[in-house]
């Protein structure tokens, strides 16, 4: 049973465009909800992070909304660029229980020129 | 510092067989997480140690074990190897209670 549920599973996007990517979970238990750039024969790596305590998080071109009411959390990459192109996954944990995570099934995302 | 190396980058085994993978993780950390990739799947949990103890354990078959040493280093065996064993096993590390876990580049593992 998938806890995070991701889509779309793929994404392309033009160059300077926006590149949103959304996840659903059923635990309400979740507090800290993260998400993962990972880019071909890499481990995926750290790229913004968001508590359920805010709606909203930025961190440059990347965004975090976070709607605890509806369980939904997405990412949004403003001004797109080929550099983007990777597959990028979201996560949910319940913090002070370990380093136990979940996360969606990734979505890879290809920036057009 | 270093990052989280893990060893060996790649592995071909046939089934049946045994495989032992090991992990480094940077230096301080005391936190050890291994996680299954495979395509369409994402990221699946297996285990997490802390100080040389298994403290969170996922779904995955008792064929699938692990351990940590005193230095926090990793190794992760899975036996009787299936075909659907093959996959991206990643392994990532963490300070204690840290909310940023660090993962390594991967085991690829092909299992003929």
């Known amino acids: 049973q998938q806890q995070v549920k991701q889509s779309p599973q793929s994404l392309i996007v033009q160059k300077g465009g926006i590149s949103i990517i959304n996840c659903a979970y059923e635990?309400?238990?979740?507090?800290?909800f993260p998400w993962y750039q990972q880019f071909p024969g890499k481990g995926p790596a750290l790229l913004i992070a968001?508590?359920?305590?805010?709606s909203e998080k930025k961190e440059g071109r990347f965004t975090i909304s976070f709607n605890k009411s509806a369980k939904q959390f997405s990412l949004h990459i403003m001004d797109s660029q080929p550099g983007d192109s990777a597959t990028y996954f979201c996560?949910?944990?319940?913090?002070?229980?370990?380093?136990?995570?979940?996360f969606g099934t990734g979505t890879s995302l290809t920036v057009i020129p | 510092k270093a990052g989280v190396t893990q060893t060996p980058r790649y592995l071909i085994k046939t089934r049946g067989q045994q495989v032992t993978l090991s992990c480094s993780p940077i230096?301080?950390?005391?936190?050890v997480s291994w996680y299954q990739q495979t395509p369409g799947q994402g990221l699946q949990f297996l285990f997490e140690?802390?100080?040389?103890?298994?403290?969170n354990k996922g779904n995955f078959p008792g064929r699938f074990s692990g351990r940590q040493f005193s230095n926090s280093r990793s190794e992760m065996n899975v036996s009787t190897l299936e075909l659907g064993d093959s996959a991206l096993y990643l392994c990532?590390?963490?300070?204690?209670?840290?909310?940023?876990?660090?993962f390594g580049p991967g085991t690829r593992l092909l299992v003929l």
């Open positions: 990532a590390s963490s300070l204690e209670s840290s909310e940023t876990q660090y």
């Open positions: 635990n309400t238990a979740f507090d800290y």
């Open positions: 996560a949910a944990s319940i913090l002070n229980t370990g380093n136990q995570f979940y």
């Open positions: 968001i508590r359920p305590d805010v």
């Open positions: 140690y802390f100080s040389e103890t298994q403290r």
């Open positions: 230096s301080g950390h005391r936190s």
